[in-house]
């Protein structure tokens, strides 16, 4: 009988899910709206049809081994999210209770996108058999899970793993935490759109970015400019890289990676963003791990990487 | 039958050990140098000579459990001490292979003082039911060890628990690792003797400070000045609380520890360097974190603190 897990990946707008085995193989996936219910009950039923309808379309047999949940500001030890910005629900949700009243014999983890992601990254991408590796997620901010001794650095109370809150520059750029200079104000699809502003303040050659708007502007259009040559863009991902670079060689001091990885959107500028970051990562680290530390992409690819990366939480969990 | 566990911590002058309970009760200790013998064999041998002394004043029914051993540049996947510029041995130094030939039925672990210090505040101290801290040695240098999930975190290569090299500052003081702006170049007895002379540079006002040359002047006298109410001191520690607490409240972005214990000689300034640190830790900490973390005294006193941590590698491993 074919053992699969259900992976869901929670966000602001839709929450996507799917059936995933052991290998990473997705057996069926959809989408309902996450928006359209404020009322947190009804957006569990919606999920739970979701899900089995997916089921009801797999025509061998098979068995559920678990349920693993990524979702912004989600805590782990509780199975809860809270209070997260740009969701529809307050305060504290249950995530997990209540799937568990759907799904009461099989596990049910959650945990937030990025760790999500590192997990996936252990039981299907680069990082198999790896037992201490970072994964740096590159969206709208910047999120990161760290793995040591094999297992997900959760910290006491769950919320380990901020490494884009981490300061590269106390009277840098306004952050949306209320601080200043965090890394994910230069290293994210929001931060690298800020460093095309600055480039284009501190120079004077013309480039096509001086007929946008900053609200039109996309990381997606920097990266496309990237690949096509264009010199502003590639120095807004040199800068990206530089302090990335610096980060992750202080971040290598604490845990001593095998590897790191990098996952999203900004990681699709391919070597505009790898070689720069793998350039000031080596130049700014201490002499032990020098040319030691892999830099890599994410092994988990496509569209479906964020519903891989929450239903490996199942099968690390039953392993 | 009492079971007890061997603690060696060798230094660049002496190496200290003792005979240790699973309470961190300590039952006979004694010392022999380290740099009278740079045949490692010969060393070996002392030691072990030294180890069976104090085995035989014991005057009651026992049984060695095991042996932990904190030593500069150790690698403890290898059981080696590797490259250490503080010790006679050049290069690589078999250590626990070479003591498994005098005990070859119990285990021997191998470890760096900072992480021994660390496995010690979870057996003995502080730290004693915590599954995630961390453990700050303040020394010469600045030394940590980072425990998530229960375990040490040695990273791939057991080189992690750098913290001291994490860079405050990129355009600051030189380190010996030959990069600038390291944390132990502020953070360290080493660290506030630059301060105090930078700070006899920067002000006019008179201090005991200025009839005393650099090479004379002790962190012990700066804290004693402290103690005594010195303005120059006390601002001394300020500064130092300030960079300790502005790395730790990055550092916490990462492990999301319970507490942060401070061992070593500059810790016993007590107030004077914990309150700026929680200060500054607190300011400018990311909110998710604000007054959650602990920030303690390490709980392992007295000057055989560096056997006891050692030791407790040995109930660690056997647990």
Redesign the interface.
Known sequence: MKKLAIGIDIGGTNTAFGLVDQEGEMYGESIISTKQFPDFDQYIEELYMGIQNLVKQIDFPMELIGIGIGGPNANYYNGTIENAANLVWQGVVPVVEKMKRFFPSIPVIITNDANAAAIGEMVYGGAKG????IVITLGTGLGSG?V??G?L???????????G???VN?TGRVCG???KGCLETYVSATGIKRTVFKLLADHLEDSEFRYISYNDLTAEMITKAALNGDPLAIEAYEYTGMLLG?AL???V??????AIFLFGGLAKAGKYLLEPTRKYMEM?M????RN?VKLLPSGLHGKNAAILGASALAWDCID
């Open positions: 790896m037992k201490d590796f760290f040591a001794n297992k650095i959760y910290g006491h109370d769950s919320f380990a793993g901020e490494l809150h981490v300061i106390r935490c209320g601080r610096q060689a202080d971040a001091t604490i845990t001593s990676p095998e700014h201490l002499a032990n791990y030691k």
